[in-house]
């Protein structure tokens, strides 16, 4: 095996992804592996890394093309490129990530809301049920 890249088994281990989930990725081409003769997948720390990054991303509901424009924002920044409108473009995915754990609390404030109404909903059947 080549210098400092590890299988695809190993990268699903560390990543809690699914084979089929990395190999999804890669089809679609968010993750490119070096192969050995054989064919076997062989992932840098930067493949890990972009792996990391759309596993984030998605529970946020961020589409393939974002994470390609993200993931293309990031590559270039780490090649050193000084384009202003990389540092504005990924300002908007800081605003857009934030907006959508925003959505996340509130959606979870009133699913414990749910939750409790509906274990008072219990507790007052019960109590009901008990008293007769």
């Avoid at 959505?103 to 059947?125: G, N, P, T």
């Amino acid at each position: 095996m080549s210098e400092g890249l590890v299988q695809i088994g190993e990268v699903a281990e560390r990543l809690g992804l699914s084979l089929r989930t990395i190999r999804h990725y890669e089809e679609v081409g968010l993750v490119v592996p070096e192969r050995t003769p054989g064919g076997f997948r062989l992932y840098s720390e930067t493949d890990i890394g972009r792996l990391a990054l759309v596993k984030r991303m998605k529970p946020l509901g961020f589409s393939l093309e974002e994470m390609r424009d993200l993931l293309d924002i990031t590559d270039r920044l780490a090649a050193g490129d000084t384009d202003p409108s990389l540092a504005a473009r990924l300002q908007m995915f800081e605003r857009a990530v934030a907006d959508r754990a925003d959505k996340l609390r509130e959606q979870l404030a009133m699913a414990r809301e749910f939750a409790e109404q509906l274990r008072r909903s219990r507790l007052d059947a019960a109590s009901a049920a008990s008293s007769r």
